[in-house]
């Protein structure tokens, strides 16, 4: 049986007590004593009158004597633990008697025992903190139930909740699945029109058919040959597609004529074409590493190229790897020489070119990707450049370097296939010119 009490007993609040005794001045004593401090004070003469009062009327406090006919205070007051184990029991006792006194310790539970004769204060404050200690006893259960009624309502939340993250996350799962359908859709169909742009700016010029796409695949596998991640090897694919974006203003003419033949107006216009192809990209912002790398295409290893004589690695991977791509499919289909060469004599001719025009690790990818040659015969026929007087130059000579008047005109662009024709008009030139020019060409280490 659980009690409700009639008020909280703490400092400055009303208290309800039970005074049981079998002795009315006893009683009266008492009542007289609490009622003056603001208590509510009850009185029953004898055990079973003060269960009985219990029954009727919860109470804060039980203070009971310990000698009373019929019913004893440790029967007392056990029979209150058992049936109102809230209410504070005190034991009221003129006997040193310390065998009864346990027994209403171990049986009744009381709070504390007071000697007969008492004093007014040293009771006064046993009762308040008795019944401070009821307070607080009986917050802590509040709050225990309060917390265990929370705790289930949160429990019964949280299987709510559970399911409810459950058809979220596979709704989102279905969601991710489609979206990530749509993004594949909308990737291939991205790269589809890059395709198509392509093939338009090629259908001016009918030798350099799907240059770009063999270029851009290429590059993508030179990419994964050097353990790129896979956003640097889609970022250079599509560089490889758009690369000859910066030729759509060039004329006929130039599109037509190999690059080591273009004229000094022609190969400075032909430089331009990287920086023009960033321009029209730079709207589309997703393209931005790509860009960077169509930007940089003309750079070379040895700082020599353009636009910024960029040097090394200062020079975007991509860039590298898009230049060795560019180059070896353009001397096979005759855009970059005079004349085609085989698959063979294309990769020799970029060899030719490594750590100057190239950067070796991107050459050495190639080679290691074709499979020609392993990499220590990479390294031992690697070409020596020469410097040589233009009377001492023989018809298949490539130059390795830009051919130059002192004056900074430019003659013939390095990488040019000499016949007898060019040499006999270079050597008219300096005849009259009076001047004493030298030219770097490729030597075979075999010769």
């Not at 994964?224 to 970022?235: F, G, P, T, Y």
């Amino acid at each position: 049986m659980t009690e409700t009490p009639a008020a909280v007993a703490t400092d400055g609040l009303v208290g309800t007590i039970l005074c049981v005794d079998d002795e009315p001045s006893i009683l009266s004593a008492l009542r007289r004593l609490f009622r003056a401090k603001g208590f509510q004070v009850k009185v029953a003469e004898g055990g079973q009158a003060g269960l009985e009062m219990l029954e009727n009327e919860p109470v804060d406090l039980v203070i009971s004597d310990m000698r009373m006919p019929e019913m004893d205070g440790v029967t007392f007051l056990e029979q209150v633990r058992q049936r109102w184990p809230d209410t504070m029991r005190l034991l009221l006792t003129g006997y040193a008697d310390i065998t009864s006194i346990m027994g209403a310790i171990n049986r009744g539970e009381i709070y504390r025992y007071i000697a007969k004769p008492w004093d007014d204060n040293d009771i006064i404050l046993i009762v308040r903190g008795a019944l401070q200690h009821h307070a607080l006893e009986l917050e802590q259960k509040r709050l225990q139930a309060l917390v265990q009624q929370q705790n289930e309502e949160l429990k019964t939340l949280n299987t709510s909740l559970e399911i409810k993250v459950e058809e979220r996350t596979a709704e989102l799962k279905r969601a991710n699945t489609a979206l990530h359908g749509a993004n594949e859709r909308l990737k291939n169909n991205f790269i589809t029109s890059i395709k198509v742009f392509t093939s338009l700016i090629e259908l001016r010029n009918s030798h350099i058919a799907g240059h770009s796409r063999r270029v851009a695949d290429l590059a993508r596998r030179l990419a994964i040959q050097l353990e790129l991640d896979n956003k640097q090897v889609q970022e250079i694919f599509v560089a490889g597609l758009l690369h000859e974006v910066g030729k759509v203003g060039f004329d006929d003419e130039m599109l037509e004529t190999p690059i080591v033949m273009l004229n000094t107006r022609q190969l400075v216009e032909f430089r331009k074409h990287p920086a023009r192809a960033a321009q029209l990209l730079l709207p589309l912002g997703e393209l931005k590493g790509s860009v960077e790398i169509i930007g940089a295409q003309l750079e070379r290893f040895d700082g020599a190229g353009y636009p910024n004589q960029l040097s090394g690695t200062n020079i975007p991977i991509g860039a590298r790897i898009l230049s060795v791509a560019c180059d070896y499919d353009s001397l096979q289909i005759g855009v970059l020489a005079q004349r085609k060469l085989d698959v063979v004599q294309a990769q020799n001719a970029v060899v030719q070119g490594s750590g100057r025009r190239f950067d070796p690790d991107v050459v050495e990818a190639l080679v290691v990707l074709h499979g020609v040659q392993s990499r220590e015969q990479l390294k031992k026929n690697q070409p020596q450049e020469r410097t040589m007087s233009l009377y001492d130059l023989e018809p298949g000579m490539v130059l390795s370097r830009d051919l130059v008047t002192p004056s900074g005109l430019l003659m013939l662009t390095a990488g040019h296939v000499l016949d007898d024709l060019v040499i006999r008009k270079i050597l008219e030139f300096q005849r009259s010119s009076d001047l004493k020019l030298t030219a770097d060409v490729w030597q075979d280490p075999k010769v």
